[in-house]
């Protein structure tokens, strides 16, 4: 299995612009996870999926950020229009089960000028 | 929500065992105690979970206490790859708001 793949690895765009993130969990997987790190807040949740349904989206900062999950084996996760405090690594993971542990991905570093 | 205490770093001798206490005085009875390691800018590892037994594996040990209000992990034999940002989490059923919370976490350095 390959695991978890996000992309891209790095993106550098300037303040305005929509930002597109991509996430594939791994197959089999019911559980999707979308967190972003920076150094001030640690690891924060955004939003989770069950079954490519939305179940917890509290942690999406605001309306500016949104995410989808069209079917089981994509997700994406949209900023637009993206600001500088935007910058930070955004993880994608998914899990099997409600109690079972998860799988990252490497992340994607954004940037936003 | 279940969230966790932990100090934000420490340091510890190659070769020794590094226990890393993590605190979770609100935990139910139905959360599951979860550990997961971040080495520099990856994603982070799982790595060990239990409820309310104490659990070993290849990696690490994990010590829960009776009352369920704290745990300890403990790296028998540290090396210089376990420096890493470690992460103590609690999860329990979905829609109770104790999805996977990390945190800031303990920053392990392993010293020569």
């Known amino acids: 299995d390959a695991g978890v793949i996000q992309s891209p690895r790095h993106e550098v765009t300037e303040m305005g612009q929509e930002v597109t993130l991509r996430c594939k969990p791994i197959?089999?997987?019911?559980?999707l996870f979308w967190y972003r790190q920076t150094m001030m807040r640690g690891l924060e949740l955004l939003i989770y999926?069950?079954?490519?349904?939305?179940?917890?989206d509290s942690g999406m900062p605001e309306d500016r950020f949104s995410a989808k999950m069209p079917n089981a084996s994509f997700s994406t996760l949209k900023i637009q229009p993206s600001e500088p405090r935007d910058s930070a690594v955004y993880f994608c993971?998914?899990?099997?089960?409600?109690?079972?542990?998860?799988?990252f991905g490497s992340g994607t570093q954004l940037s936003v000028l | 929500d279940a969230k966790t205490t932990q100090p934000p770093s420490m340091d510890c001798a190659e070769g020794r065992a590094a226990n890393l206490p993590c605190n979770h005085s609100?935990?139910?009875?139905?959360?599951?105690v979860y550990w997961y390691r971040q080495i520099h800018s990856q994603g982070p590892q799982y790595i060990i979970h239990g409820l309310k037994n104490n659990e070993t594996n290849e990696m690490a040990s994990l010590i829960i206490t009776e009352d369920r209000k704290s745990s300890t992990l403990i790296l028998p034999h540290a090396t210089l790859r376990d420096t890493a940002v470690y992460y103590c989490i609690v999860r329990g059923m979905p829609n109770t708001g104790n999805q996977f919370y990390f945190g800031t976490g303990t920053s392990l350095t392993v010293i020569p």
């Open positions: 609100t935990i139910s009875g139905n959360e599951y």
């Open positions: 197959s089999g997987h019911d559980y």
């Open positions: 999926f069950n079954n490519n349904v939305p179940i917890d």
């Open positions: 993971a998914s899990s099997r089960g409600v109690y079972e542990k998860l799988f």
